[in-house]
């Protein structure tokens, strides 16, 4: 399983979203399901699978699919 599907799972388990759904318009602003307790469970999701432990800043910016990448990515992980 590539490091973007192990990322995928994370936001379909979490959110129920579907692989379709997930892309660049995949973000807070657009999400009404996204709270406090859902972006938690993204970073915990995030933190558990790649092995991480993301800074309070990273996890802050953790507000769309695509700033999970990027955070991922700063943090070393292979996008």
């Known amino acids: 399983m590539?490091?973007?599907e192990k990322l995928n799972n994370i936001f379909?388990?979490?959110f129920g979203a579907t692989v379709?759904?997930?892309g660049d318009n995949y973000c807070k602003e657009n999400v009404a399901d996204w709270d406090s307790v859902h972006?938690?469970?993204i970073i915990s999701g995030m933190e558990?699978?790649?092995?991480?432990?993301?800074?309070?800043e990273d996890i802050m910016a953790?507000?769309?699919y695509n700033?999970?990448?990027d955070i991922l990515a700063k943090n070393g992980v292979e996008i």
């Not at 558990?48 to 309070?56: K, N, Y």
């Open 67 to 69: 700033a999970a990448k």
């Open 48 to 56: 558990e699978t790649f092995d991480l432990m993301l800074d309070p």
């Open 39 to 41: 972006q938690l469970g």
């Open 62 to 64: 953790c507000t769309s």
């Open 2 to 4: 590539t490091n973007v």
């Open 12 to 14: 379909i388990e979490v």
């Open 20 to 22: 379709e759904q997930l």
